[in-house]
């Protein structure tokens, strides 16, 4: 691995299911990041964790939730998927929170039917 | 509220010189970021600063005016490849990224 990575690519989900968004680093950064693009809005986070063992909420925060077990996972989860989180979903990491740059998965497309 | 505003789209030709501006409103400030972001990739990190000024990095620089509220990225001797949106944001208080909606450039032959 190299860099960051997210799995799947693309998904199609019927609402009402479970899913969860996969985000795998080998930077040993502190802190990730979960953001959601949608058409003209900026990149809005949901959830962040500044180091293994801690999350927070971001601006965006409802009908998800998210874990941090060890340094390298991100795992985002929707726990019954709604049409109005059909979006790009893009994982991030950095050193630290305070003034780093973030480095960014290829992002996870997902439509909510 | 928090608000970063940048234009939705700009044209410019191949070899020239365009000028993206942002300006904001935020609790707080710690640095402005500016990413570039591909259609359908990732955004990618092209500049911060934090202090007032110009900072100079080959073809693209970016400038600030915290009293203003104020940032442009100047990008020189413009290549197809440029052809991208490019994303402003700004960190706030709470380290937290705020992030504008991005601008759509289109390079022209």
């Known amino acids: 691995i190299a860099g960051i990575t997210q799995a799947p690519t693309s998904q199609i989900l019927a609402a009402g299911r479970r899913m969860t968004l996969r985000c795998t680093q080998d930077m040993r950064h502190n802190a990730m990041y979960w953001y959601r693009q949608d058409l003209g809005l900026g990149l809005r986070l949901i959830h962040y964790?500044?180091?293994?063992?801690?999350?927070g909420k971001g601006e965006v925060p409802d009908g998800y939730s998210v874990s941090r077990a060890n340094t390298d996972d991100f795992p985002l989860t929707l726990a019954s998927a709604v049409p109005s989180q059909t979006s790009v979903y893009f994982c991030a990491s950095s050193d630290d929170r305070e003034g780093n740059e973030q480095f960014f998965g290829p992002g996870t497309r997902l439509t909510v039917l | 509220g928090q608000n970063i505003d940048q234009p939705t789209e700009m044209t410019a030709t191949e070899g020239a010189i365009v000028q993206i501006n942002c300006t904001y409103q935020t609790s707080g400030f710690n640095g402005l970021f500016w990413y570039q972001q591909h259609a359908g990739e990732a955004p990618t990190f092209l500049s911060y600063?934090?202090l007032d000024g110009l900072e100079e990095k080959g073809r693209f620089s970016s400038f600030l005016s915290r009293s203003k509220g104020y940032s442009y990225l100047l990008l020189k001797e413009l290549q197809m490849k440029d052809s991208a949106s490019y994303l402003c944001?700004?960190?706030?208080?709470?380290?937290?990224?705020?992030w504008g909606a991005g601008t759509k450039l289109i390079i022209k032959p």
């Open positions: 964790s500044n180091t293994a063992g801690t999350t």
């Open positions: 944001a700004v960190m706030d208080s709470n380290y937290q990224l705020i």
């Open positions: 600063n934090v």
